[in-house]
């Protein structure tokens, strides 16, 4: 089992940053990827960045691409999101995810699906005001 919590969240204007933070415990081992997706009210679980633990290669979704930056701290088993340059359109419930490293590799576009994550911590929320 992994548990996932999420921090860092909270309320700022149009242009401002903020950072998110996962922090992993558990079989942490056992991850390959960890990813981060938002949620606003009445839309789809949208996928926002990855990142593959063992290389620290990273993905973005054009959305957030030249704003958002994915980092992971092997010693502290946590991922980071930087968030630069925020919209209004940013505002939604953020959440990080894990895939198993039993689960093989991801391939193309396959990991802005949410099914392909195996853990999911609880969220936390931004809010960007214009």
């Known amino acids: 089992q992994v548990q996932l919590v999420e921090s860092g969240g909270g309320s700022v204007q149009a242009g401002g940053s903020l950072t998110l933070s996962c922090a992993a415990s558990g079989n942490t081992y056992n991850n390959r990827y960890m990813a981060w997706f938002r949620q606003a009210p009445g839309k789809e679980r949208e996928g926002l960045a990855l990142i593959n633990i063992s290389s620290g290669k990273s993905a973005y979704a054009d959305s957030v691409k030249g704003r958002f930056t994915c980092s992971h701290d092997n010693a502290k088993n946590t991922v980071y999101l930087q968030m630069n340059s925020l919209k209004p359109t940013d505002t939604a419930m953020y959440h990080c995810?894990?895939?198993?490293?039993?689960?093989?590799?991801?391939?193309?576009?396959?990991?802005?699906?949410?099914?392909?994550?195996?853990?999911w911590g609880q969220g936390t929320q931004v809010t960007v005001s214009s």
């Open positions: 995810a894990a895939r198993l490293l039993r689960r093989g590799p991801l391939y193309g576009d396959s990991w802005y699906d949410p099914d392909e994550y195996d853990y």
